[in-house]
Nanobody, 124 residues
Framework: QLQLVESGGGSVQPGGSLRLSCAAS????????IGWFRQAPGKEREGVSC????????NYADSVKGRFTISRDNTKNTVYLQMGSLKPEDTAIYYC?????????????????WGQGTQVTVSS
């Protein structure tokens, strides 16, 4: 059914790390790109990073480059977002989403399936 379930969110101090997980249905990662998105309070949802079945990665947000890394484990049908050097401005609900195909689209409309999101709060 191509469902996605995020986990791993929580509250951390600035400078801390979290690893988010996006559990997908069987073989999803073999056919579809998976993206991470986030929405901070009062702000528009933005793309963070995306990984294709080929393993090719697209980074959307300049603000997280060098700090966040997307990866996958195909045997577990899981995509991860490793977040380090977390900042208060990283506070957001983080969503994973499945693309319509194998490409990492720049448009969220091309991601038809979304998880419920997981809250990440970075504060002292």
């Amino acid at each position: 059914q191509l469902q996605l379930v995020e986990s791993g969110g929580g509250s951390v101090q600035p400078g801390g790390s979290l690893r988010l997980s996006c559990a997908a249905s069987r073989s999803t990662l073999d056919y579809y790109a998976i993206g991470w998105f986030r929405q901070a309070p009062g702000k528009e949802r933005e793309g963070v990073s995306c990984i294709r079945p080929s393993g090719d990665i697209t980074n959307y947000a300049d603000s997280v480059k060098g700090r966040f890394t997307i990866s996958r484990d195909n045997t577990k049908n899981t995509v991860y977002l490793q977040m380090g050097s977390l900042k208060p401005e990283d506070t957001a609900i983080y969503y994973c989403a499945r693309a319509a195909g194998s490409y990492c689209s720049a448009y969220m409309a091309n991601f038809p399936s979304w998880g419920q999101g997981t809250q990440v709060t970075v504060s002292s």
